[in-house]
């Protein structure tokens, strides 16, 4: 859901850069609100709790894959950004709005992923009856 409403929001952002961008903006603040409220109830045990090398492992994986997704957000946008400008589409003060919602949107990646990632790798126990 976080990730839903966060990447409507960047989406919103880069298709109407000039007007309404406060809509675009609020889902993302949305979607970073969800995403930052996901690792109270997720699988993955927060660093102050004794973890076992298998839930250190997973919770070793889990940032590593998001902090890829963050870094590929950051690489695209970066570069949707500076090809827009040097193309002249997007003026100086839109794209200091885009960067500023990228970044708030990588943030909400690098929150909610590690917990999807640590959610979907795990299987519940089968039951034995």
Known sequence: MALVV????ILWCVLHPDRNYWIGYALIMVGFFIANLMPIWG???H??????EFERQQRRDSF???LATAAAAAFAGIWLTVGLLAMQVWSTLVAQQELTALAFYMMALFSAVPTLHASWHT?????ED
């Open 43 to 45: 699988p993955l045990r």
């Open 6 to 9: 966060a990447s409507a929001g």
């Open 123 to 127: 299987r519940p126990l089968n039951d």
């Open 47 to 52: 660093f102050s709790e004794r973890a076992d």
């Open 64 to 66: 590593l894959v998001g």
